[in-house]
């Protein structure tokens, strides 16, 4: 397969289509992790579909200060990866191409969940980044587009814009690829330096504290719902090491699924201790969060939920998450 590099929209509706159009959308320097977006979409498309994965660096979506200068424009390396991941052409277009008019003065707004979490820290990202999506999906004019798991809260954000203005595109999830180590991909990861790396291990260690100690609290109710109000609950309780609980176990029984409290501290401690290496981890946000709206969720909360962090490791800005279901369903990663 040949992947056609396109530079303009007309080139794009010049197209001839056939099957189902799947869109990727990316700012470029692409890795294994955009790949994998690809491939998915690849397979969801079909043979006699289209994959186009847009590159372009959107400059609404930086803040002051951030690195719009230098994020990697890799456009060459990015036309293998694309081809050998199976996309069918890669849409390139210049800033004025996107913004032929300047900055556009009409901008769709993020609304609150926009100024939550990473809202809170860069002001207006979540604004530019909805207007470059709009705009794109209005350009390619996809079936169904593809976005990370990684990027959790735009996610969110992009489904309920397209749910709220009424886009006919179906919105595909693709859970986060990660480094042997554990690192969550991204294209910033090539700016840190050997011992930031080291430091940065912190934000997935966290997430996967938190996750084990709701594993670990969904098996103990679920191995106490198993065993009668007796003292076999008791001791059946103590056996997989949760002494505390046995001396109660009815209680146990009986007690609001998971506990969001517990997570955030076993997560909390990874990244406290992060905070004393060298280089130090500099924490942005820890989140147990509704997913639909970003909002902390409760202690007696059930359903599903994301664990979210973000903290800096030197100058570089880095942000993951793993989602989580609270209730009968158990834990899931």
């Known amino acids: ?40 979409a690849r397979e969801i498309a079909g043979p006699d579909g289209e994959v186009v994965v847009t590159v372009f660096v959107n400059p609404l979506q930086f803040g002051a200060g951030e ?18 991941a199976g996309a069918d052409a890669v849409f390139a277009p210049s800033v004025d191409e996107v913004y032929p008019g300047g900055e ?51 996610l969110a954000l992009i489904r309920r814009m397209v749910r709220d203005l009424n886009f006919g595109v179906e919105i595909v999830a693709v859970p986060t690829v990660r ?45 106490a719902r198993e065993v009668p109000a007796t003292q076999a609950r008791a001791e059946a309780l103590s056996a997989i090491g949760e002494s505390r609980a046995a001396a109660d176990a009815h209680a146990v029984a009986k007690a609001a699924p998971g506990n969001p409290a517990a997570v955030r501290a076993a997560a909390r401690q990874v990244l406290d201790e992060a905070v004393r290496l060298d280089p130090p981890l500099v924490l942005d946000y820890l989140a147990l969060v509704d997913p639909s709206d970003f909002t902390e969720i409760a202690d007696d909360f059930t359903g599903e939920a994301v664990l979210a962090v973000a903290a800096r490791v030197g100058t570089t800005r880095l942000i993951d998450n793993l989602p989580l279901t609270f209730g009968t369903l158990g834990a899931a990663s």
């Open 179 to 223: 480094e042997a180590d554990g690192l969550a991909l991204s294209s910033r990861n090539r700016y840190l330096s050997a011992r930031e790396r080291r430091t940065a291990l912190a934000l997935s260690a966290a997430l996967f504290a938190g996750r084990d100690r709701h594993a670990a609290q969904e098996a103990l109710r679920a191995r």
């Open 1 to 40: 397969m040949t992947t056609t590099l396109l530079r303009t929209a007309a080139e794009l509706r010049a197209r001839t289509r056939a099957g189902r159009r799947a869109v990727v959308m990316t700012m470029g320097a692409l890795h294994e992790g955009h790949a994998t977006l690809v491939r998915t």
């Open 104 to 154: 556009p003065q009409v901008r769709i707004s993020a609304g609150p969940m926009g100024e939550r979490l990473e809202g809170a820290t860069r002001p207006g990202h979540f604004d530019g980044m909805l207007t470059v999506v709009a705009k794109l999906l209005h350009l390619t004019r996809p079936d169904v587009a593809f976005f990370g798991q990684k990027d959790a809260q735009q």
């Open 67 to 84: 690195d719009l200068d230098r994020y990697p424009r890799t456009l060459d390396a990015d036309l293998k990866i694309a081809e050998e």
